[in-house]
């Protein structure tokens, strides 16, 4: 036996593997693996947000309330002179300083706020060059004498992107610098480890070097929570002179932006979805662990290695002594009690130690070794069908198996595999089983035309068709071949060839069939399949609606643009200037309006709807709101109408405000000056009735049926009347829909129109109107 002789050498060569695979993954580590670990593991005990660090963010109510970002060096003056009336232990100033200001004269005043408060920290940005090379970004005189320290606020990222670590020193042979974090600490007086935690580089590299970018005492961060863990008021607050005199007061107050719009903010292990932590909150983060001792670092590359192959020698008797069950229920209690020995490591002594390593080798290892056992088997199956044949194959049975005793569990098993042999399915079982499982209609057919047999899906098409002993021709009786004419059986066209058809309900079918030779003893038959494309057909369709909709409507005003600038080229005088522009403008807004409307309604259609309890009066007041200036224009009156109590359901209030802002905002567009529009929210038959009733023109009763398609403008268009794009309908409509209600149009020619969205209405306490 072959396999037999090559068990020891096997065998051998499997454990010299996979001890090479742990030592050399557990001075490496396996990133990639091991981070996902860690973020579930640093998630299990996160530490306490320390209330001595305060963040004065620059988030998006700052912005809306003082201005976009950059603000001027007078107004951050400003706040750093209103922080230090209250006197902060340190104030970290994390914004980005390396440019001098277009008046020198702010940048002097700032530099007179910084030494009046006297212990505010500057940052040092890196930026990083093609060519590798680091380079510091170290704040513009006056400003970075003034301050009481500089620390650098360097961000690495692993390899997924997220940020878990930082350097407590870096920086070059001519200069370095600690933390940010570290350097608030010492301006504010507080007490700082020593020596500082966190891993030390290398005993080569400690030393800095001139012309390369040195970095020492590697720490990970143990983040307290996602964004806003940590206490944060608004500098917005703080400028306006509304936050109490002694909320900052000994408190080190780190002040940096938060707002997304200016993209300072990471992945942490800590956050949640879509919604990453701000720089500023990651160097509160490592403040507070310097601040509380909890401080985590890696464990040394040697102890890795020796603790990896600690635990993966630990399991390997298991796998030869012990059946495959069981020693697979062994190697996941293996991999196991890795992820127990991190987390003890981590959230007892603060040492992080990288389990991927002994995972995949215990993993590794569990497969090898099945791989042997698997081998052994399958040399002996073909052994055992080769003497099947020598000696049984004239009789056609197979000969008594033979038992043998002792050996691996795995040879005792082998014997009992030939009675197995016996358990084959045939063919027809085999191709039932596979006809069964196609999502699609496939049906085999004998030469008499009789449906022999049908899977899942033909059933569910076919239904009480297929009782008895249904024909193919009553089944394609139904459908209508694309080019014309009724489908028949048997085709008329070759086996192998798709043809396209419809049935009564308009659905798109791709019909084919093909011979399919018998068993022995039954006849040849045929397989046929219908194919369901009616989605691809649909989509094909508002494909080609949307670009003759959108080629029309996109080139018109285009066409009109060009057509104005070539009357004014050939005759400046013929047009004011100002006129022209005016005219652009508003061709140039309606190709954008366009635009955005398309993106709107595809965006609907293909994103996730996000569910939420909400008022419902909250979206008419919405709506209305939006909408009344435009009615003022027009001197038209907006009349609004809701229940005193809440009007509960459940949706996204963000798509039904701007479904209802639709609704009115065409009565506006289409009533006269001086006439009323109604918007009213009422309980019917269990359902919020928005509803719109204008004293317009009205819509006919045969635009009625095309009134909510997609790119379909009904009714009379007045040299008056702003343009459309026949998506405004659409889009409520499919907003509706998609919350499960519906739209519904009332009107009649010259007496106005009346829509109302139906939505299902929530919660108990919801008020009958």
Sequence with gaps: MGPRRHRPWVRAAAVAAGLCLAAMAGFHGLGRLDAPVYDLLARLDPPAASPQVVIVAIDETSLAQMGRWPWSRDRQADLIERIAAQQPAAVGLDLLLSEPAADAGQDAQMAAALRRSGNVVLPVFTARREEGEVVPMVPVEPLASAARALGHVSVEADDDGVVRSVFLQEGTGGRQWEHFALALLRAGGFAVPEPLPGQRAPQAARE???GRWWRDHWMLVSYAGPAETYRTISAAQLLSGQLADDALRGRIVLVGSTATGLGDVYPTPLSVRHRFTPGVEISANVAGNLLSGVTRQALAPWHTALLTLA???????????????RSAMAS??????????????????????APGAAMVSIAAFYVAWNWRRLEHAAAYLVDELARMRRHGGGSGQAPEPVRKAGGDLIDRRIDDLAAATERLR???????????????????????????????????YFGHALAGTAQMKNLLAGLDAAAGGGMDWPPAFRPGQPVEC?????????????????LEGIEAAWIATLVDITPLREAERRRDQALRFLSHDIRSPQGAILALLDLYQDDPAEMPQQELLARIRRYAQRTQALAES?????????????REPLDGVDVVLDASDECWSRAQ????????????????????????????????????????????????????????????????????????????????????????????????????????????????????????????ILLPASGGHAMQA
């Design 502 to 518: 419809r049935d009564a309900a308009g659905r798109c079918f791709l019909f084919e069939y093909a011979r399919c030779s018998g």
């Design 598 to 610: 398309f993106v709107e309604l595809a965006r609907l259609a293909n994103t996730p709807l996000r």
């Design 311 to 325: 635990l993966v020698a630990l399991g390997l008797p298991a796998l030869w002594r012990w059946p495959p069950l």
């Design 426 to 460: 045939d063919v027809q079982a085999f191709m039932s089983s596979v006809i069964e499982s196609l999502p699609d209609v496939a049906v085999a057919v004998g030469e008499d035309g009789r449906v022999r047999l049908a899977n899942q899906a033909a059933q569910r």
């Design 332 to 353: 996941l209690a293996g991999i196991g009690i890795c992820l127990l020995v991190s987390g003890v490591l981590l959230a007892g002594a603060g040492r992080w130690f």
């Design 208 to 210: 800095p070097a001139a």
């Design 633 to 756: 224009a027009k001197r038209i009156t907006l009349e609004t109408r809701v229940p005193d109590g809440e009007c509960l359901l459940e949706g996204d209030r963000a798509l039904l405000t701007r479904a209802l802002i639709n609704l009115i905002g065409n009565a506006v567009k289409f009533s006269p000056s001086g006439s009323r529009i109604d918007c009213r929210l009422t309980r019917m038959d269990g359902q919020w009735c928005f509803a719109v009733r204008d004293q317009g023109r009205g819509i006919a009763a045969g635009d009625l049926a095309r009134l909510f398609r997609e790119f379909s403008r009904v009714g009379r268009h007045d040299a008056g009347d702003e343009p459309g794009f026949g998506m405004g309908l659409a889009f409520s409509k499919a907003v509706a829909e998609r919350h499960g209600g519906r739209i519904e149009c009332d009107s009649e020619l010259g007496r106005g129109s009346e829509f109302r």
